[in-house]
């Protein structure tokens, strides 16, 4: 059984950045693609962005890319999830989720593990 444990949300303003991190429980942590989610109220969770085993490849959703940017070292952990210049529209549970294939996916049933979530708020 794969635990995985965010951190590093919080409140910022408008313009601000933060850097989640999502730490693993197995040794395998490599194996494992890497994707974050993220869920505002009253919405449907999407994909925020993926990152393959070797770190090789990233993937990003359109509503994010060129401001978030995700990251691993293979032989470690975290993960993580460096946001920049964050809008309110990004306020939402953030988690991060490890799926058991080197490929990426876009639909959360895809993924095996779930972290409990980590809440980002950004104020205008």
């Known amino acids: 059984q794969v635990q995985l444990v965010e951190s590093g949300g919080g409140l910022v303003q408008a313009g601000g950045s933060l850097r989640l991190s999502c730490a693993a429980s197995?040794?395998?942590?490599?194996?494992?693609?890497m994707g974050w989610f993220r869920q505002a109220p009253g919405k449907e969770r999407e994909f925020v962005g993926g990152?393959?085993?070797?770190?090789?490849?990233?993937y990003y959703a359109d509503s994010v890319k060129g401001r978030f940017t995700i990251s691993r070292d293979s032989a470690k952990n975290p993960v993580t999830l460096q946001m920049n210049s964050l809008k309110p529209e990004d306020t939402a549970v953030y988690y991060c989720?490890?799926?058991?294939?080197?490929?990426?996916?876009?639909?959360?049933?895809?993924?095996?593990?779930w972290g409990q979530g980590t809440q980002v708020t950004v104020s205008s």
């Open positions: 989720a490890a799926r058991r294939a080197n490929t990426v996916s876009y639909d959360q049933r895809e993924y095996d593990y």
């Open positions: 197995v040794r395998t942590f490599s194996i494992y693609f």
């Open positions: 990152i393959s085993m070797t770190g090789g490849s990233t």
